[in-house]
């Protein structure tokens, strides 16, 4: 059974910084390219970022870039997302999502996605 499990979340105030990371029980993981989204409330889900298959690329959302930092480790499945100066407009649900390949630009046609973490960000 495919699980993608993320962790992390909490709340801090502006300007801390969290952690997430997420947990992926998928055979081939190291396959799998690997991104962020968030959703807010009453908002649709945006992407965040994205790492390629063996890291050597990664994208970001221009509202988190230079401030969020995408990273994986493929011999513990897991995928990264450090996330600093947060901001209040960073509150949201985040959720990993795996795919089998690497785009910067495409969101969509994702295989799995975890449960999400809640990030809330107080001014």
């Known amino acids: 059974q495919v699980q993608l499990v993320e962790s992390g979340g909490g709340l801090v105030q502006a300007g801390g910084s969290l952690k997430l990371s997420c947990i992926a029980s998928?055979?081939?993981?190291?396959?799998?390219?690997m991104s962020w989204f968030r959703q807010a409330p009453g908002k649709e889900r945006e992407f965040v970022a994205v790492i390629s298959q063996s890291s050597d690329n990664t994208y970001y959302a221009d509202s988190v870039k230079g401030r969020f930092t995408i990273s994986r480790d493929n011999a513990k499945s897991a995928v990264y997302l450090q996330m600093n100066s947060l901001k209040p407009e960073d509150t949201a649900v985040y959720y990993c999502a795996a795919r089998t390949y690497y785009s910067r630009t495409y969101h969509q046609g994702y295989n799995y996605w975890g449960q999400g973490t809640q990030v809330t960000v107080s001014s």
């Open positions: 998928i055979r081939g993981f190291s396959s799998y390219a």
